[in-house]
């Protein structure tokens, strides 16, 4: 509603606008998920881009069958299905049944995204909330990993083999190889250089802001350093830094507009608990890896956190 008065016309607010679309952004975040695309391909080969064309066209697909289904528009053109595919894809293991993973795609889609309303409506991220789902329905595929440029040679991922009695004999991987990518883990998981890469285009790009990525690192930082020694204040920090999906996590999945805070303030408080429950898991869960869990766990937070972070509207009470 407007309202004209002389040469002003007063609307409803929102009055400050951008140019900026949901396809734009997602489009943005594609290209940032090139480099760890590359990556991925290039340590785990054909079965690696297989994953990944299978959960994105599942998801495609789930979208543009469910938009029917329910009568709503075809949304498919935002390219949202095609990142909460290329997500998931990114947080599954490379030797996973194709069929498992295109289950995931429409598990993310349907029920984590268009059930509650579709795009920005979804309280939970859909790739977590798939990977949950998958990691409850058939642990094995999901926790069975290859070793990087040979196939079919099982092996344990890098905190997993730091955390593990059972892996206790091998050899945990140089910094230098967590950090550019040749090791057993997630798609996603593996090059953190890569992940980097990415999120600074973003950074770049204004998509993301850096306060909950910072927050979140800092937090598994200081906890790992403290607690994640044989003593206190003798963890390996780089190593937790580098390993799993912390990096992959903070700047791609803890910065998802629809499931985190609004405020500076509120995405800080954010940060911070992902970082204390990954850190909590990793240190003394049964399960080696505590990022997916942690920013799931932080979403259903979300609406508590904005309701105590948002500030008051000027010339409110």
Not at 146 to 175: F, N, Q
Not at 306 to 313: E, G, H, I, L
Request: contains cysteine; charged residues 10%; hydrophobic residues 55%.
């Amino acid at each position: 509603m407007e309202l004209k008065t002389g040469i002003l016309i007063a609307g409803s607010s929102p009055h400050l606008r951008s140019d900026a679309t949901a396809r734009r952004i997602m489009l943005d975040v594609l290209i940032a998920l090139v480099p760890a695309t590359a990556a991925a391909v290039y340590f785990f080969g054909v079965r690696a881009a297989l994953v990944i064309a299978v959960t994105t066209a599942a998801s495609v697909l789930a979208e543009f069958v469910s938009n029917k289904i329910m009568k709503k528009p075809i949304t498919i053109g935002d390219l949202s299905a095609a990142v909460t595919g290329l997500l998931l894809a990114f947080n599954l293991p490379p030797g996973i049944p194709l069929w498992v993973a295109a289950i995931g795609g429409v598990f993310a889609i349907v029920v984590a995204k268009q059930l509650f309303g579709g795009l920005g409506m979804n309280f939970i991220n859909p790739a977590l909330a798939a990977r949950a789902f998958l990691m409850a329905s058939w642990p094995v595929f999901m926790t069975t990993w290859t070793t990087p440029m040979v196939d079919a040679v099982s092996s344990a991922t890098p905190l997993a083999i730091i955390k593990s009695a059972e892996a206790a004999g091998a050899t945990p991987p140089s910094i230098a190889q967590l950090f550019l990518g040749n090791v057993a883990g997630c798609l996603g998981e593996t090059s953190a250089l890569a992940i980097l890469v990415g999120a600074a285009y973003l950074v770049v790009r204004r998509v993301i802001t850096l306060e909950t990525p910072l927050a979140f690192i800092g937090t598994v930082a200081a906890m790992t350093w403290v607690l994640g020694g044989k003593g206190l204040f003798s963890g390996d920090v780089p190593y937790h830094l580098f390993a799993g999906g912390l990096m992959l996590g903070a700047f791609f999945m803890a910065t998802d507009y629809p499931t985190s805070p609004i405020t500076w303030k509120g995405k800080i408080i954010f940060g911070v608990g992902c970082g204390l429950l990954t850190s909590v898991i990793r240190l003394y869960g049964g399960y080696p890896e505590g990022v997916c869990y942690s920013i799931l766990l932080m979403n259903l937070a979300v609406p508590i956190i904005d309701k105590f972070t948002v500030p008051k509207s000027f010339g409110g009470a």
